[in-house]
């Protein structure tokens, strides 16, 4: 069963940074694409990121276009959130998710395998 295991939450300043990563031992990993979601309080889970297996292919929503930037490191099966500008709106629980048939895309119903979620919380 794949396993994704997010690590690199918690609080950070308005203004400030913070990195996310999700690992897995899925021996597909190279293959798939990896996706980051945020589910704020009181609303529905909504799609932040995602980067396909080919490099150089990714996605921001607008709302954090040009503040997060996704990469990953296929060597060590981890994918990476970092996070500039922070904004208190950013605030939600961060979830990873992965597609092993390496297609993105920006609704939750498209990818097959979700980590537990972690905590990022903005102050202003």
């Known amino acids: 069963q794949v396993q994704l295991v997010e690590s690199g939450g918690g609080l950070a300043q308005a203004g400030g940074s913070l990195t996310l990563s999700c690992t897995t031992s899925?021996?597909?990993?190279?293959?798939?694409?990896l996706g980051w979601f945020r589910q704020r309080p009181g609303r529905e889970r909504e799609f932040v990121s995602a980067?396909?297996?080919?490099?150089?292919?990714?996605l921001y929503a607008d709302s954090v276009e040009g503040r997060f930037t996704i990469s990953r490191d296929n060597a060590k099966n981890t994918v990476y959130l970092q996070m500039n500008s922070l904004q208190p709106e950013d605030t939600a629980t961060y979830f990873c998710?992965?597609?092993?048939?390496?297609?993105?895309?920006?609704?939750?119903?498209?990818?097959?395998?979700w980590g537990r979620g972690i905590p990022v919380t903005v102050s202003s």
């Open positions: 998710a992965m597609d092993d048939r390496g297609r993105i895309g920006r609704l939750v119903i498209e990818w097959d395998f």
């Open positions: 899925a021996r597909t990993f190279i293959h798939s694409a």
């Open positions: 980067i396909s297996w080919i490099p150089g292919t990714t």
